[in-house]
């Protein structure tokens, strides 16, 4: 009996740490992804800051927004946001304008952006 006991006991033991290690080891739907908290669209100023996966500015409400310093001509964006789209606004050289739609958990590499405006349609319409 002793022995049946002990055995229960190392098994209940076992059964606690994998379970512990299950839960420990789960990533919550709100996990940051590239550094970046959901539901935000981030940008990443310089080449560093993507790969340490180290955001300088994100933003979360809808509509039109001027970017900022942190944010203007940053080297990547990355929309967090499931099911919205984020349409950014660009300036080239010399001076020639466009809008692109960055979807649902998509990156874009990009330069020259001056304004978001996050939609609550992943097609950015």
């Known amino acids: 009996m002793q022995i049946m006991k002990k055995a229960l006991a190392a098994g209940a033991t076992v059964a606690l740490v994998t379970t512990t ?3 420990a080891g789960a990533t919550p739907a709100s996990a940051a992804v590239y550094g970046c908290a959901y539901p935000r669209v981030c940008f ?3 080449r560093a800051d993507w790969l340490a996966a180290r955001p300088t500015a994100s933003y979360r409400d809808y509509g039109y927004q001027r970017l900022g310093s942190a944010s203007t001509n940053a080297y990547a964006i990355f929309n967090s946001r499931g099911d ?3 349409k950014y606004y660009s300036r080239t050289p010399p001076g020639s304008e466009s809008t692109t739609c960055l979807g649902p958990l998509q990156t874009i590499f990009v330069t020259y952006a001056y304004a978001l405006d996050i939609r609550n349609d992943p097609g950015c319409r």
């Open 21 to 23: 290690a299950l839960v």
């Open 84 to 86: 919205d789209g984020a």
């Open 44 to 46: 990443y100023k310089t």
